[in-house]
């Protein structure tokens, strides 16, 4: 159970505190409402940009890492479709340096043509290594406008294209700052060896002179019911062929969540489950192979991916994969494999408690979904799931209709280099 306390400011920030008096260290993190989906089709990436340039100094302190660092402490980020999320772990004694660090670059960014520059030349080169120049890297550039028409998660965290991030110029990069980095639009959690007392303190030293800014209201467009199965077929340079399946699923806050996700365990978690049992080990047309699930906010995907053995029709294969689909929806889970997937899944969620910064972050989505407590009874509901209540999503989940088939060839050359590379292990 973790324990916590919250408060809001005047200016509308969202705090909790968590205290751990065992641990020497405290953690600063701070979740803002906004990811790609909060982007203009037109502009996309400027959250991930943005992640960058809030390490590139604010108002009254150029360098952000300097002062940290001194205080013996250690800092980082990432961007998600549906958030952007800041943390720090500093020894408890220097938390009020975190403080500092985090509050002034929420006041004002120090925004200057040179930064936009550096960080916007660092994130196109991020762009080409990870999702141009690499094997499969372009996966999510393709898979998700196949299965998204509508919603805004039609396009990577990255961004849509290359080009919106080379052309961002200083006042949209202002404007995004203006819209979404306000105490309205953030949640703080202070975890650690600090009392609630000392949190609220300097919670309300330096966040509460900063103006309070718009809270962000969205208003997104709905992804349709799929009624139609999708196919895309592409062929590159990578070692092996791989298929990749998305079906829309409910989002964390839906009832049903849970039991679609358990349903991607049943499908494809580990070497136990039914697509590795069946298609790796006994009819061996996958290398490898496994299932899982977005865990987006609004409705997001269950996916299956894997890669083929060289040799292997991806069609073949993509038949094969389906009537183990359609097996799970023909009939209920058996209560012990039920079980099995959930015992698991609980065991996930405690071991992520361990740390104390995972206890903070997890606080913080909570929070961001209305129910700060999720955190404390995400287990049990993991555990209330029935096999009914897998039953219906396969239903609804696993529709054939539903599906987003991306079928990611092998080109030639790559596949007899790969065939060379195996004949000469097993010699």
């Not at 039991?259 to 006994?282: F, P």
Request: hydrophobic share 40%; net charge negative.
């Amino acid at each position: 159970m973790i324990q916590f306390k919250e408060f809001t400011l005047d200016n509308g920030l969202q705090c909790l505190v968590h205290e751990d008096p065992t641990t020497p260290l405290a953690v600063l993190n701070v979740l803002y409402n906004v990811g790609s989906r909060d982007e203009v089709e037109t502009h996309t990436g400027f959250a991930h940009l943005f992640e960058h340039l809030m390490f590139s100094g604010s108002v009254n302190i150029p360098s952000y890492d300097e002062p940290l660092q001194q205080a013996g402490g250690e800092n980082n980020a990432f961007t998600s479709p549906d958030i952007t999320n800041y943390y720090l772990t500093v020894p408890a004694q220097n938390i009020e340096t975190g403080f500092w660090l985090e509050s002034d670059r929420m006041l004002d960014l120090a925004f200057s043509e040179n930064g936009l520059e550096v960080q916007r030349k660092v994130v196109v080169e991020e762009f080409k290594q990870n999702y141009l120049n690499q094997p499969y890297g372009d996966i999510w550039l393709k898979l998700r406008p196949l299965a998204y028409q509508h919603h805004p998660y039609k396009w990577a965290t990255i961004g849509k294209e290359i080009s919106h991030i080379e052309n961002a110029v200083m006042d949209d990069v202002r404007a995004f700052f203006k819209k979404h980095y306000s105490p309205a639009n953030a949640i703080l959690v202070v975890a650690g060896n600090i009392t609630f007392e000392r949190a609220k303190e300097l919670t309300e030293k330096w966040f509460g002179p900063i103006p309070g800014g718009v809270k962000y209201e969205r208003n997104l467009p709905l992804e349709p019911r799929q009624t139609e199965a999708r196919l895309l077929e592409m062929e590159a340079d990578v070692p092996l062929t791989a298929l990749y399946k998305a079906y829309h699923m409910p989002g964390r806050t839906s009832p049903h969540y849970h039991a679609a996700d358990l349903l991607s365990d049943i499908l494809g978690n580990g070497n136990s489950s039914r697509l590795y049992n069946e298609l790796v080990k006994e009819q061996k047309l996958f290398n490898s192979i496994g299932a899982f699930v977005t865990g987006s906010l609004e409705p997001g995907l269950l996916l299956i991916q894997g890669k083929l053995n060289v040799g292997v029709d991806p069609h073949q294969a993509n038949a094969a994969v389906e009537e183990i689909v359609a097996q799970v929806r023909a009939q209920h889970v058996a209560e012990d494999e039920l079980q099995k997937v959930k015992n698991k899944a609980e065991t996930s969620i405690v071991f992520s408690e361990i740390e104390l910064l995972n206890r903070a972050m997890n606080l913080a989505y909570g929070k961001l979904m209305g129910n700060p407590n999720y955190v404390n009874e995400e287990a049990s509901r993991v555990q209330s799931v029935t096999a009914e209540d897998l039953y219906q999503q396969a239903q609804e989940v696993l529709r054939p209709e539903n599906c987003s088939t991306l079928i990611y060839k092998a080109a030639p050359s790559a596949a007899t280099l790969s065939e060379l590379e195996e004949a000469m292990a097993e010699e």
